[in-house]
């Protein structure tokens, strides 16, 4: 099979995907087997290069790692419109890819993964590639890109919310973490059974993916008699996708207590994907005391 990196475009987003040698099924997509995971066995030029990348796509016009020339003509478009990894932090990086450059010049080729979450638990993957070569004083980068490694297989999270709640706020905040920090906050107190109130009320469902999905990818929230299946009740589902975090949110009364219906979040991921099958990603009792025996059985 050919080195090569193969780059899918769908609007503003950039997916690249790799066929490398050694190539295994990662995540539903074709990537190959890491050199390495560990920072001290990447070569210390392949590094410098990552971190240089790393600045560019956090928007930073300038670099502190000194060493590594990456022309503004290459640098400027790695950076993503609307965002810059605000909270993010990398924790881990894999290398892909470490060969001679090909010709004359001496120099690299590479290839990694870098693995990014943030203080809430937040995750997105990017894939880099760069081809540079060595000079006096350090390297030059001749060619670089860069593409979301967007989630096939994302965390879902659910929470439930009394309607009363949200409308004596005066609504929703507006960013993912504000959100989430919301109605984590002011969810019903599930481990807590006196808490629990026995009667129909009126709530908001909140399920969030936690990690970066595709602008093509498809998510849904829906209500089922079963824990099983991928089907549901979904007509009054409604969606907020920010930068890739989706949020799916169902009002309806329900009594938490006695209820023996199931949410679920079902997922198919986005075009770039090798496999595009539905998944259940998600299986949650809307009945509290079940969820609560559920959670002991495990020792969660």
Known sequence: ????????RFGAVIVMVTTLTNCVAD???????????????????????????????RGHATSNVKGVLLPDNLGAGLAEKDFRYDGFSVTAHKLLRYNQRPGKTDGRIIAGRLEFEDTIGRRTEVLYYADYVFETGGVRVTDVKVATLFSTFPEALMFIVPTKKVKAAGGLPKTHSEMLNF?????????????????????????FLMDRVSPTAENELKISEDDFSNFGYKDSSKYIDINGWRIGLLPGNFNLATSDLFVKVTFIPGEEAGSRFTRLVGVFPLDLNRARRMRSSTGS
């Not at 099979?1 to 899918?8: D, G, R, T, V």
């Not at 890491?34 to 990552?50: C, F, G, K, N, Y």
């Not at 109605?183 to 399920?207: C, H, M, Q």
């Open 1 to 8: 099979m050919k080195n090569l990196f193969k780059i899918l």
């Open 183 to 207: 109605v984590s906050s002011n969810a019903v107190d599930w481990p807590t059974p006196g808490l629990i109130p026995r009667k129909v009320e009126e709530y908001i469902i909140f399920t």
């Open 27 to 57: 995540s539903g997509y074709n990537l190959p087997k890491p050199l390495t995971s560990q920072i001290s066995e990447i070569p210390t030029d392949a590094v410098a290069v990552a971190a240089v990348i790393e600045d560019r796509m």
